[in-house]
């Protein structure tokens, strides 16, 4: 059982900053990448960011400039540092997690937290 955890959403002018947080619990020991996706009213899911185990990130082109993605492996926790938000921002943000690793067993598995409600004012 895997459990994921976001905090830091809210309600942000055009221009500001925020910090979103997911941290994750359970019976595990490492996932192979964390990340952030968003739903958007009337929008399709989309990918913001991702990061694996070792560094590497891949970033939206909405969010590459603006958005930078990272992670405590200690602490299977990722951040999602967003700056110069803008209202096309406004989502539902969602921490993903993809693939697993028991004690001894891989599951190609993803889990997703509740999601955090990020909105952007004009």
């Known amino acids: 059982q895997v459990l994921l955890a976001e905090s830091g959403g809210g309600l942000v002018q055009a221009g500001g900053s925020l910090r979103l947080s997911c941290a994750a619990s359970g019976n595990f020991l490492r996932f192979n990448t964390m990340g952030w996706y968003r739903h958007a009213p009337d929008k399709k899911r989309e990918m913001v960011a991702i990061i694996s185990r070792g560094g590497s990130t891949l970033y939206a082109d909405s969010a590459k400039g603006r958005f930078s993605i990272s992670g405590d492996n200690a602490k299977n926790t990722v951040y999602l540092q967003m700056n110069s938000l803008k209202p096309e921002d406004t989502a539902v943000y969602f921490c993903?997690?993809?693939?697993?690793?028991?004690?001894?067993?891989?599951?190609?598995?993803?889990?997703w937290g509740q999601g955090t409600q990020v909105t952007v004012s004009s």
């Open positions: 993903n997690s993809k693939g697993v690793w028991t004690t001894g067993v891989y599951y190609d598995l993803d889990f």
